[in-house]
């Protein structure tokens, strides 16, 4: 079965510093893959996604996610944090099924910025 | 930009009631989808429909029912609330059937059941 791991349930990194969240999935068909991003109160916001060609796929405010097949990776790295970078981020992979195409979601990671 | 408005942020409501949360999206979409998100689980699907009319099961329907009489409007039913189903509830749409859409989301209706 499908699933998305997230490595680090709560990750802390100090303004202007690397963050990289991990995401690991697991499928047995070549997947199709998205991280969104929550802000607090409001729903998810997709900020980028891989379906084909380019494994280095860049997004929205100064993200980027790597897809790399051979460790079934897509982690999600910015190269200086900001203090609005704070949200939760969530790993998707979407998927085919035997009676519809569904997305699933990891569990989210909560980024945390210190001043 | 697409729009997905969710007809309440808050909600409290008494077990055993019907409780009825709405959901509008403006930009023409197919599909249309409710997740319940709860910390820890990421989101879990409930319900998603693909036309008007049609609706399929997602991964947790028990206690859930769904109405999707113009395209623009999908709607969740809890037929009797109870206690487990306090929780965040998502509306989302995307443009079409495939596996490379994203989805647009809503801001979210927060349901406390009493």
């Given at each position: 079965?499908?699933?998305?791991?997230?490595?680090?349930?709560?990750?802390?990194?100090?303004?202007?510093?690397?963050?990289?969240?991990?995401?690991?999935?697991?499928?047995?068909?070549?997947?199709?893959?998205?991280?969104?991003?929550?802000?607090?109160?409001?729903?998810?916001?997709?900020?980028?996604?891989?379906?084909?060609?380019?494994?280095?796929?860049?997004?929205?405010?100064?993200?980027?996610?790597?897809?790399?097949?051979?460790?079934?990776?897509?982690?999600?790295?910015?190269?200086?944090?900001?203090?609005?970078?704070?949200?939760?981020?969530?790993?998707?992979?979407?998927?085919?099924?035997?009676?519809?195409?569904?997305?699933?979601?990891?569990?989210?990671?909560?980024?945390?910025?210190?001043? | 930009?697409?729009?997905?408005?969710?007809?309440?942020?808050?909600?409290?409501?008494?077990?055993?009631?019907?409780?009825?949360?709405?959901?509008?999206?403006?930009?023409?979409?197919?599909?249309?989808?409710?997740?319940?998100?709860?910390?820890?689980?990421?989101?879990?699907?409930i319900y998603?429909?693909?036309?008007?009319?049609?609706?399929?099961k997602g991964?947790i329907p028990e206690?859930y029912?769904?109405?999707?009489?113009?395209?623009?409007?999908?709607?969740?039913?809890?037929?009797?609330?109870?206690?487990?189903?306090?929780?965040?509830?998502?509306?989302?749409?995307?443009?079409?059937?495939?596996?490379?859409?994203?989805?647009?989301?809503?801001?979210?209706?927060?349901?406390?059941?009493?």
């Amino acid at each position: 079965a499908q699933s998305v791991t997230q490595l680090g349930s709560h990750v802390s990194v100090s303004e202007g510093a690397l963050v990289l969240l991990r995401c690991n999935y697991s499928s047995s068909v070549p997947p199709y893959l998205f991280w969104y991003v929550q802000y607090p109160n409001q729903g998810l916001q997709l900020l980028l996604k891989y379906t084909t060609g380019a494994t280095l796929v860049k997004g929205i405010n100064g993200f980027e996610a790597e897809f790399k097949k051979s460790e079934t990776s897509f982690h999600l790295t910015k190269p200086s944090a900001h203090m609005s970078d704070a949200a939760e981020y969530f790993c998707a992979v979407s998927v085919g099924g035997t009676s519809y195409d569904k997305v699933i979601f990891g569990p989210g990671t909560s980024l945390s910025v210190i001043p | 930009d697409v729009k997905v408005t969710q007809s309440s942020r808050y909600l409290v409501k008494r077990t055993g009631e019907k409780v009825f949360l709405e959901c509008v999206q403006d930009m023409d979409h197919e599909n249309m989808f409710w997740y319940r998100q709860d910390p820890g689980l990421g989101l879990r699907l409930i319900y998603f429909s693909y036309d008007v009319k049609m609706k399929e099961k997602g991964d947790i329907p028990e206690g859930y029912s769904v109405s999707r009489e113009k395209k623009e409007r999908f709607s969740l039913i809890l037929e009797s609330a109870s206690t487990n189903q306090t929780s965040m509830y998502l509306c989302a749409s995307s443009l079409f059937a495939g596996l490379n859409q994203p989805q647009h989301f809503g801001d979210g209706t927060r349901l406390s059941i009493l």
